[in-house]
């Protein structure tokens, strides 16, 4: 067996905790689209942590767009693999993906924990390891799921970032920026072109304020068509949404070099 690659990190999890992810994973064209074409539909959730609750979750959500997929559990502490239930195994395994050929990865609050030179390695080591059409979502949240930001790639680059958060219990869209991924977190700086939209999507809230008495959903939607208005490559979406929702190419908000 390959030695795990990477650190034990504190493992902290919670019930729900990765919902926001897991719904937009649920709905999004190319992640559902991947799923359903793969003809071995393997999920990975890479860090589950102490307890697997929030793996379990994601396979049964997973399961409504694809019933036949699999989902194994990985953790770097051998502590932490559990016996498998309810469909779901468990390994130990590390960024290299105990050998695994995912068509999905997700990596949640792990890399949150590693320093900003590490993202890239850790990056590449997993994009190795994915299935020819694999997807990774490297994300993080706060301890309840209110705050939830993550980046989508693919096996040679990122494509996207997303943040979703609660709507009824964030002030800002600029509050999301604790919870941004390891990768854009210390680039929310003047000049850096994530702080230019976070900027920009709070100056659009503030604007969007008579909408209030209708609701935080009402008022972000007129939110974020201001962006666009202003040239901002914002995602529209279709269906109603329950969380707030920013998602855009990650061309747009790439670190400088």
């Not at 290299?96 to 609050?109: D, I, K, Q, S």
């Not at 939830?148 to 979703?164: G, Q």
């Not at 061309?251 to 400088?256: F, G, Q, R, T």
Request: hydrophobic residues 40%.
């Amino acid at each position: 067996m390959t030695k795990p690659i990477g650190t034990i990190t504190r493992g902290t999890t919670g019930i729900n905790r990765l919902r926001r992810g897991d719904r937009w994973m649920t709905h999004d064209p190319l992640v559902t689209g991947r799923l359903l074409d793969a003809a071995d539909p393997l999920v990975v959730d890479l860090g589950y942590g102490a307890s697997p609750v929030t793996t379990l979750e994601m396979a049964a959500r997973l399961r409504t767009v694809r019933p036949d997929l699999r989902v194994v559990g990985l953790e770097i502490d051998p502590e932490r693999v559990v016996p498998g239930r309810d469909g779901v195994m468990f390994a130990r395994g590390g960024f290299e993906l105990a050998g695994l050929r995912p068509t999905l990865v997700r990596a949640f609050n792990v890399l949150r924990q590693y320093p900003e030179s590490a993202v890239p390695e850790a990056w590449s080591t997993i994009q190795s390891g994915l299935a020819a059409d694999g997807l990774l979502l490297d994300g993080t949240c706060d301890e309840l799921g209110r705050r939830c930001a993550w980046v989508l790639l693919d096996r040679t680059r990122p494509l996207s970032l997303t943040l979703a958060w609660d709507p009824f219990t964030v002030d800002t869209p600029s509050d999301i920026a604790e919870r941004l991924p390891k990768a854009l977190i210390h680039r929310n700086i003047p000049g850096e072109p994530i702080h230019t939209l976070l900027t920009a999507a709070d100056r659009a809230w503030s604007v969007a304020a008579p909408l209030a008495p209708y609701g935080p959903r009402v008022r972000w939607r007129h939110a974020a068509n201001l962006l666009r208005e202003q040239g901002f490559p914002l995602r529209a979406y279709r269906r109603r949404l329950r969380d707030n929702v920013l998602t855009v190419p990650w061309s747009a908000v790439a670190p400088l070099p």
